[in-house]
């Protein structure tokens, strides 16, 4: 449920980005979805196809990056094995997540007059 | 050019944003963390299952630590203030936030109920603030609040396996409060080894305690691990000019 608040938050940042640009339509948002960041695609995509109405980026396509999570140790970068306690079978450090937490609007495709 | 009339054609630019979407919450809560540090108050954000024990821990904590530390709290509720009114009743100044239909707290939200007012007061005066969440193993994990420390309530009748279906919850958690282990006994395939295994593989420094509200067991550890956090935030260091960041409260 809270997929609706991020998504209000990703049109107001759309509302910014798209404001050095008069007359811009946004086409194309880009936006990456870590595994491990909270949030369930499909519902982000229901909400955005709710929210966006009215805004900047009503009418535009949403492309949505899942990415995977990757956790690595943090001493040596070793990868850890899907699943597998969190701890670094080469030297033992502990874990970072290296990938998948993330929630980023990326990048905006957007239509400009040529004038 | 449109060879058809001459007229200009669109052109489809690429615009590089690269931004975060919880920017504007972690802004907040940036202004947050630099208050809780500048009043040497450790706020910690209490997560976990409607029901899971959050409040009772509060309560105890209360019994526990009530004459040698100052205490406070807010409690995050959809539609009720018993929670707030249970933790006053047990010596703790708090106020409720209703979030009405959100699922879990922001730090706009917390930073409202703070600012000003008794509770404060209450707030910028204590050594330990707790910040109970909405029972909730999803949505609350995502938003950092200016918590020095994210704690999870997860209490043993919830079975063994909540830290592998809420990996996102138990990633962010600095410590899981293992709560109502007095029911151990009657659990038939619950066992503390089960959940810690569990727990290896999401929580990246996995730190567990076994605690019951009911008889007591835990609490000295719990008191132990708050004493801690106390001394690593009065040891950190004060922001350097307290209202050097552009200072606008909203509420
Ligand atoms: N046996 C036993 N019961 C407990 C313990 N801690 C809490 N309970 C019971 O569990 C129920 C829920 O406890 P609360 O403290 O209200 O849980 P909560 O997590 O604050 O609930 P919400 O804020 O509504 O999500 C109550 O009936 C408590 O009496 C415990 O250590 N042992
Ligand atoms: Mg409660
Ligand atoms: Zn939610
Ligand atoms: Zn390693």
């Given at each position: 449920?809270?997929?609706?608040?991020?998504?209000?938050?990703?049109?107001?940042?759309?509302?910014?980005?798209?404001?050095?640009?008069?007359?811009?339509?946004?086409?194309?948002?880009?936006?990456?979805?870590?595994?491990?960041?909270?949030?369930?695609?499909?519902?982000?995509?229901?909400?955005?196809?709710?929210?966006?109405?009215?805004?900047?980026?009503?009418?535009?396509?949403?492309?949505?990056?899942?990415?995977?999570?990757?956790?690595?140790?943090?001493?040596?970068?070793?990868?850890?094995?899907?699943?597998?306690?969190?701890?670094?079978?080469?030297?033992?450090?502990?874990?970072?997540?290296?990938?998948?937490?993330?929630?980023?609007?990326?990048?905006?495709?957007?239509?400009?007059?040529?004038? | 050019?449109?060879?058809?009339?001459?007229?200009?054609?669109?052109?489809?630019?690429?615009?590089?944003?690269?931004?975060?979407?919880?920017?504007?919450?972690?802004?907040?809560?940036?202004?947050?963390?630099?208050?809780?540090?500048?009043?040497?108050v450790t706020a910690i954000n209490l997560m976990g299952s409607p029901g899971s024990?959050?409040?009772?821990?509060?309560?105890?904590?209360?019994?526990?630590?009530?004459?040698?530390?100052?205490?406070?709290?807010?409690?995050?509720?959809?539609?009720?203030?018993?929670?707030?009114?249970?933790?006053?009743?047990?010596?703790?100044?708090?106020?409720?936030?209703?979030?009405?239909?959100?699922?879990?707290?922001?730090?706009?939200?917390?930073?409202?109920?703070?600012?000003?007012?008794?509770?404060?007061?209450?707030?910028?005066?204590?050594?330990?603030?707790?910040?109970?969440?909405?029972?909730?193993?999803?949505?609350?994990?995502?938003?950092?609040?200016?918590?020095?420390?994210?704690?999870?309530?997860?209490?043993?009748?919830?079975?063994?396996?909540?830290?592998?279906?809420?990996?996102?919850?138990?990633?962010?958690?600095?410590?899981?409060?293992?709560?109502?282990?007095?029911?151990?006994?009657?659990?038939?395939?619950?066992?503390?080894?089960?959940?810690?295994?569990?727990?290896?593989?999401?929580?990246?420094?996995?730190?567990?305690?076994?605690?019951?509200?009911?008889?007591?067991?835990?609490?000295?550890?719990?008191?132990?691990?708050?004493?801690?956090?106390?001394?690593?935030?009065?040891?950190?260091?004060?922001?350097?000019?307290?209202?050097?960041?552009?200072?606008?409260?909203?509420?």
């Amino acid at each position: 449920m809270h997929e609706a608040s991020l998504v209000s938050a990703l049109c107001d940042q759309i509302d910014r980005a798209v404001a050095p640009h008069p007359g811009a339509l946004v086409r194309v948002v880009h936006v990456r979805l870590g595994e491990l960041a909270g949030v369930e695609p499909e519902l982000f995509r229901v909400a955005f196809e709710t929210l966006r109405e009215g805004r900047a980026c009503d009418g535009a396509t949403l492309s949505i990056v899942h990415e995977l999570a990757e956790w690595r140790c943090r001493a040596c970068d070793a990868a850890i094995t899907r699943g597998a306690a969190l701890r670094c079978n080469a030297c033992g450090g502990a874990a970072r997540l290296a990938r998948g937490g993330d929630l980023f609007l990326d990048r905006l495709e957007l239509e400009v007059p040529d004038v | 050019m449109c060879d058809v009339c001459g007229c200009g054609d669109p052109k489809v630019v690429s615009v590089d944003v690269h931004a975060s979407l919880l920017s504007a919450n972690d802004h907040e809560a940036a202004h947050l963390r630099a208050h809780f540090l500048e009043d040497g108050v450790t706020a910690i954000n209490l997560m976990g299952s409607p029901g899971s024990g959050k409040t009772a821990l509060l309560e105890a904590t209360a019994r526990a630590l009530g004459g040698r530390l100052r205490l406070a709290a807010v409690s995050g509720d959809l539609a009720t203030t018993h929670d707030a009114d249970r933790l006053a009743l047990a010596g703790i100044p708090s106020a409720p936030i209703t979030t009405g239909t959100a699922c879990h707290l922001d730090a706009a939200m917390v930073a409202g109920a703070v600012h000003g007012g008794v509770i404060g007061e209450a707030v910028r005066t204590s050594d330990l603030f707790f910040i109970e969440n909405v029972g909730n193993l999803v949505c609350p994990a995502i938003y950092d609040l200016g918590q020095a420390a994210n704690v999870v309530a997860l209490s043993v009748t919830e079975g063994i396996d909540k830290p592998l279906k809420y990996p996102v919850m138990f990633k962010a958690a600095d410590l899981v409060v293992l709560t109502k282990v007095d029911l151990l006994p009657h659990l038939r395939g619950v066992s503390v080894g089960a959940i810690a295994d569990a727990l290896s593989r999401v929580m990246p420094t996995p730190r567990l305690i076994e605690l019951s509200a009911v008889d007591g067991t835990g609490l000295a550890a719990w008191a132990e691990w708050l004493m801690a956090r106390r001394d690593e935030v009065r040891r950190a260091p004060r922001p350097a000019h307290p209202h050097s960041h552009g200072h606008e409260h909203q509420r």
